[in-house]
């Protein structure tokens, strides 16, 4: 049973430090992988080896019995963490083959995140009280992942010295340990100054202080930031609000920009988007833009448009 863990170990060091994956990702990869292993140890209690890593015919049995208990989701995230450790274990010599190359990852629909209409964002904002620190902490946070679209994680990770307060931008760390320059919208500065105003001056220790604290004076977790975000968006939203999350946010800022007339590339570097082809799938055209258009320009429309107007 221990080489489980050495090898889990020496999985888990290279997606951090080679891969840059987030403490989220790995937690949820320890998870599926020791899920995996339980099913292992079951089928053939006493006999967990490295020889049943490239048992293909325990992989198509673990898979079909998940197919039955879990959503087609599931399954396919589960087994692509699978692919990435025997992967990660056949490029380091511990087994002679990748059984998961067999298998192909089955293709998910494009599920897109709830986008807020514009009139929502403003009233989540305006509706967010600033009467203490911690209010004004989340008007922060909700106004800079609307502004900017940056990952919840590139948010959490921001100190004093990435945030340029003269020239308006601010540095964050992304995917792959990759930094960019996006610019913050003039609202979202002045939510920013007013919480950073409000800091007491003893919990700024210097550039490299976490921007966005928590009570006890640490960088603020992920988690903290979904569920202050759910809070207070029940709050100003109603039921709309339940299903809010910072990722709503960032969807929302890169749908908004495109429909009124932001280019795919401009906002492809905004959210840091290795690819273009995240970007479109990620980005949506305004529904009412998009039948506005139609009516202005398909002919059959105009046609319909100049015989009213003889009527």
Same mark, same amino acid.
């Given at each position: 049973? &221990?080489? /489980? +863990?050495? %090898?889990? *170990? #020496?999985?888990?060091? $290279?997606? !951090?430090?080679?891969?840059?994956?987030?403490?989220?990702?790995?937690?949820?990869?320890?998870?599926?992988?020791?899920?995996?292993?339980?099913?292992?140890?079951?089928?053939?209690?006493?006999?967990?080896?490295?020889?049943?890593?490239?048992?293909?015919? &325990?992989? /198509? +049995?673990? %898979?079909? *019995? #998940?197919?039955?208990? $879990?959503? !087609?989701?599931?399954?396919?995230?589960?087994?692509?963490?699978?692919?990435?450790?025997?992967?990660?274990?056949?490029?380091?010599?511990?087994?002679?083959?990748?059984?998961?190359?067999?298998?192909?990852?089955?293709?998910?629909?494009?599920?897109?995140?709830?986008?807020?209409?514009?009139?929502?964002?403003?009233?989540?904002?305006?509706?967010?009280?600033?009467?203490?620190?911690?209010?004004?902490?989340?008007?922060?946070?909700?106004?800079?992942?609307?502004?900017?679209?940056?990952?919840?994680?590139?948010?959490?990770?921001?100190?004093?010295?990435?945030?340029?307060?003269?020239?308006?931008?601010?540095?964050?760390?992304?995917?792959?340990?990759?930094?960019?320059?996006?610019?913050?919208?003039?609202?979202?500065?002045?939510?920013?100054?007013?919480?950073?105003?409000?800091?007491?001056?003893?919990?700024?220790?210097?550039?490299?202080?976490?921007?966005?604290?928590?009570?006890?004076?640490?960088?603020?977790?992920?988690?903290?930031?979904?569920?202050?975000?759910?809070?207070?968006?029940?709050?100003?939203?109603?039921?709309?609000?339940?299903?809010?999350?910072?990722?709503?946010?960032?969807?929302?800022?890169?749908?908004?920009?495109?429909?009124?007339?932001?280019?795919?590339?401009?906002?492809?570097?905004?959210?840091?988007?290795?690819?273009?082809?995240?970007?479109?799938?990620?980005?949506?055209?305004?529904?009412?833009?998009?039948?506005?258009?139609?009516?202005?320009?398909?002919?059959?429309?105009?046609?319909?448009?100049?015989?009213?107007?003889?009527?």
């Amino acid at each position: 049973m &221990l080489f /489980r +863990s050495e %090898l889990s *170990e #020496q999985f888990f060091n $290279y997606l !951090k430090n080679e891969k840059s994956s987030s403490e989220y990702t790995l937690l949820n990869y320890e998870i599926d992988l020791r899920h995996w292993f339980k099913f292992i140890f079951d089928s053939s209690p006493g006999k967990f080896s490295l020889e049943t890593f490239t048992d293909f015919k &325990l992989l /198509r +049995s673990y %898979l079909a *019995e #998940q197919g039955q208990k $879990y959503s !087609k989701a599931t399954v396919c995230r589960r087994l692509s963490v699978i692919k990435g450790f025997l992967k990660f274990l056949h490029r380091e010599g511990y087994i002679e083959k990748n059984v998961a190359k067999l298998i192909a990852q089955p293709k998910m629909a494009e599920k897109l995140p709830k986008v807020l209409k514009p009139e929502e964002v403003i009233r989540l904002i305006e509706g967010t009280p600033g009467s203490n620190l911690r209010e004004k902490r989340i008007r922060a946070v909700i106004e800079l992942l609307y502004s900017t679209g940056i990952r919840v994680s590139e948010l959490a990770g921001i100190t004093y010295e990435k945030i340029d307060f003269k020239s308006s931008v601010v540095t964050v760390l992304g995917k792959g340990n990759k930094e960019r320059v996006v610019p913050i919208g003039r609202h979202c500065m002045v939510a920013i100054r007013d919480y950073v105003d409000s800091i007491p001056a003893h919990q700024k220790e210097g550039p490299k202080t976490p921007l966005f604290m928590n009570q006890e004076g640490g960088p603020i977790s992920v988690r903290s930031i979904q569920r202050n975000i759910r809070e207070f968006a029940v709050q100003t939203l109603g039921p709309v609000g339940l299903e809010v999350t910072p990722h709503t946010l960032r969807h929302s800022c890169a749908t908004h920009l495109l429909s009124r007339g932001a280019g795919l590339r401009e906002i492809q570097e905004l959210l840091g988007h290795d690819s273009l082809v995240t970007t479109q799938k990620y980005t949506q055209v305004d529904t009412e833009r998009l039948k506005a258009s139609y009516r202005k320009s398909h002919p059959k429309e105009l046609e319909k448009r100049k015989r009213e107007k003889e009527i």
